[in-house]
């Protein structure tokens, strides 16, 4: 008998010959994945490569091609951390034609000069045919290696999109214009690739079914492109927006301003109109939503970047059925370098992330357990009491209110924060599992936390408003925002909020 809470979500799949044990595509974010892999997902894409050394790294004009002399026992080592818990392994195939670094030009499907001074040729079909050569000596290269698969990206505004998309492509020849034109050398590179990779090597391909700015590739376009590459490929993942260009970024990685789910609305559409199974990717955040769309047919597979992340072990636990356990992603972006300007660049949720190196999986259990007392129970006093008690320490933690959260208690109540909704059901969750003693309408004075004798004491009060010294604020009208999320009827219909931040 099935007893799986989620039994689409872990049902396997077969694409060719490769058994997948289950729906969860691990999508790349860098070239760090092992936590992931450790979390037991089907697919882990281990990463990415570039396909023409020189030409078509977004990082460096000096970045190595993966599978060359003195690179290819690093790249083999991907395979062996992908496989660690029965996840097959597949690598992302890019090329940043326009956007690449390079040490002297570019190549696109239109000629201009960058803002850098780089010049970016228009491609001729000689350097079509050697860039979808090296396409598909790549693809052969990830075979012969050891990958299960391989996943091509065509989306996000890189060398096949800047050629699929009118946004780019301002070519009069036969390789601009209809769709029909745009598509060829797209469709040239997949033809060399299955050529070179044989019949029966799965071949995965990512598109931005949109691109969410004025003049980029509609969906019918997209829609059109996919069914006439579908005879070289075996999967399709179903993307949105593009990378470098901000107005399409926050398409591509939405934040809580957008709703969950942004791409399914194509991919079904995409899923009625082709024979090979269907993936989506885009604020698919729990295995809830992912059940769903699996349930109702939707899609084939989903695909999860950010959630894991967020908890790099969510498969696992959603097949224990222990989604309560699931930490979720905010969509802040803080994991995401145009966010950050590459300053700081972690998880808000997951302070592993970016900092592997000193920040072990699991809190290690301490040689002495101790007392320890921490004051305030928002996001940061309820983690610092959850990490304290798994190290085996007695910990009390005090609040002043009559509630857990601190500040979250108040951000969730807004329209666009069912994310940090979604993490303050955790963290509150977690607590209640947990053996912390809780006392809430508790203020911690001097007496009162030396009275327990602790070893230790984490001060996590927060912050409180700052308000300013303006004539009149201490009338009986005016209110702090906490005050006017919390009692909305107090506002009234005329209003004057006095400063210009988020908040």
Request: net charge neutral; glycine share 8%.
């Amino acid at each position: 008998m099935n007893t799986l809470k989620y039994p689409n979500l872990f049902r396997p799949i077969k694409i060719k010959n490769l058994l997948i044990q289950n729906r969860i595509i691990a999508n790349p974010m860098g070239q760090k994945f092992e936590d992931k892999a450790l979390g037991g997902p089907g697919i882990i894409i281990a990463g990415s490569c570039i396909v023409e050394p020189g030409r078509s790294s977004f990082a460096s004009k000096d970045e190595p091609d993966a599978f060359s002399k003195y690179e290819v026992e690093k790249t083999r080592e991907r395979i062996l951390i992908a496989h660690q818990t029965g996840a097959k392994a597949s690598i992302e195939l890019g090329h940043a034609g326009m956007y690449a670094r390079t040490k002297d030009y570019c190549k696109s499907s239109s000629g201009f000069i960058r803002d850098d001074g780089v010049e970016v040729r228009e491609m001729d079909e000689q350097m079509m045919n050697e860039t979808a050569d090296c396409f598909a000596q790549t693809a052969k290269n990830a075979r012969d290696l050891g990958f299960d698969m391989i996943f091509l990206h065509f989306g996000h505004g890189w060398l096949v999109s800047q050629f699929l998309s009118p946004l780019f492509n301002k070519r009069s020849d036969s390789y601009g214009g209809s769709i029909e034109n745009r598509m060829r050398f797209p469709l040239m590179i997949l033809e060399r690739i299955r050529k070179a990779v044989g019949p029966n090597f799965p071949v995965d391909m990512r598109v931005s079914a949109i691109e969410w700015v004025p003049g980029g590739i509609e969906f019918d376009d997209t829609l059109a492109f996919v069914k006439v590459a579908e005879k070289f490929i075996d999967i399709v993942q179903i993307s949105s927006g593009l990378d470098i260009n901000h107005e399409g970024n926050v398409h591509m990685a939405t934040t809580n301003f957008e709703p969950h789910m942004t791409n399914v609305p194509y991919a079904k559409i995409v899923k009625q109109n082709v024979h090979i199974p269907v993936s989506v990717v885009g604020a698919i955040t729990n295995p809830d939503e992912a059940e769903k769309l699996l349930a109702d047919g939707t899609v084939d597979m989903v695909a999860m970047a950010r959630p894991l992340v967020a908890d790099p072990e969510l498969p696992m636990k959603a097949r224990e059925g222990r989604s309560d356990d699931i930490v979720p992603c905010i969509r802040c972006l803080q994991c995401y370098h145009i966010s950050t300007n590459r300053r700081n660049v972690g998880c808000s949720v997951n302070p592993r992330y970016a900092n592997e190196s000193f920040i072990p999986r699991k809190p290690a259990k301490a040689s002495v357990s101790k007392k320890v007392v921490v004051i305030g129970a928002g996001p940061a006093g309820m983690k610092a009491a959850l990490v304290a008690e798994q190290r085996g320490h007695s910990v009390t933690l005090l609040e002043k209110k009559e509630y857990l959260g601190g500040a979250l208690h108040f951000i969730a109540r807004e329209k666009y924060k069912q994310d940090i909704q979604a993490y303050l059901t955790y963290l509150t969750g977690q607590i209640r599992k947990s053996s912390v003693d809780v006392r809430l309408n508790y203020t911690a004075t001097v007496p009162a936390v030396k009275d327990m004798n602790p070893d230790a004491v984490v001060i996590a009060v927060g912050a409180v408003p700052f308000v300013p010294k303006i004539p009149g604020i201490e009338k009986s009208f005016v209110m702090g925002f906490y005050e006017a999320l919390e009692h909305e009827e107090k506002i009234g219909s005329k209003v004057v909020i006095i400063g210009g931040g988020t908040i």
